[in-house]
């Protein structure tokens, strides 16, 4: 199966812009979604498709996508966007349909 | 209110069976795929299991043969059927909502979990 490459944790000065990527053969095939996690609770959908926001997340959260890699973006980072951040998609790889995520970057705002 | 919850973790000995239950309320529980996530302590996420509308099933490397996800549309219920565990099956287990949007798929609606632990 496929696997997502994420970079374990990086960090952002408060109101600052981070970007947080990740990188794997099956994003090629398919757009990622992001997922946002806090300690003690359940993951959040923050970023699904080419750039879409769920209701309810702010705008300074968005997504790109160029070969490979998908990153997602925080323009502005506030003390609450301090959490896991997962990426995951589809993984159509060897004979089955699976899913796969990546393995979590731990996002530190400053 | 659109909502999962688990039901069913709990301490269970090395190569013995436990069935986790996901009960979804507020939407039409039969037109979504559904699936189950896991995360070990400390650990970031797995992708466990994913049953279809049609009742079609996948399962990664690591759980095949040993779990089996089922679903109950007149009950609105979600289930993993877990035998032959293993102390690295221990984990916070979710449920998942799978929306569908174009060429799109991704998980719009999470449980809170229940916790799985695998020790003698």
Request: charged letters at 15%.
């Amino acid at each position: 199966s496929s696997e997502l490459t994420q970079d374990p944790a990086v960090s952002v000065a408060l109101g600052q812009t981070v970007r947080i990527t990740c990188q794997g053969d099956s994003l090629r095939s398919y757009y990622a979604s992001w997922y946002q996690q806090k300690p003690g609770q359940a993951p959040v959908l923050v970023i699904y498709g080419k750039n879409n926001r769920p209701s309810g997340i702010p705008d300074r959260f968005s997504g790109s996508s160029s070969g490979n890699t998908a990153s997602l973006t925080i323009t502005g980072a506030q003390a609450e966007d301090e959490a896991d951040y997962y990426c995951n998609s589809r993984d159509s790889s060897g004979n089955h349909l699976g899913w796969v995520f990546g393995g979590g970057t731990k996002l530190t705002v400053l | 209110e659109v909502q999962l919850v688990e039901s069913g973790g709990g301490l269970v000995q090395p190569g013995g069976s436990l069935r986790l239950s996901c009960a979804a309320s507020g939407f039409t529980f039969s037109s979504y795929d559904m699936h189950w996530v896991r995360q070990a302590t400390g650990k970031g996420l797995e992708w466990v299991s994913a049953i279809g509308t049609a009742g079609d099933t996948y399962y990664p490397g690591s759980v095949k043969g040993r779990f089996t996800i089922s679903r109950e549309n007149a009950k609105n219920s979600l289930y993993l059927q877990m035998n032959s565990l293993r102390a690295g099956d221990t984990a916070v287990y979710y449920c998942a909502r799978v929306k569908v949007a174009g060429p799109d798929r991704y998980f719009d609606l999470w449980g809170r979990g229940t916790l799985v632990t695998v020790s003698s």
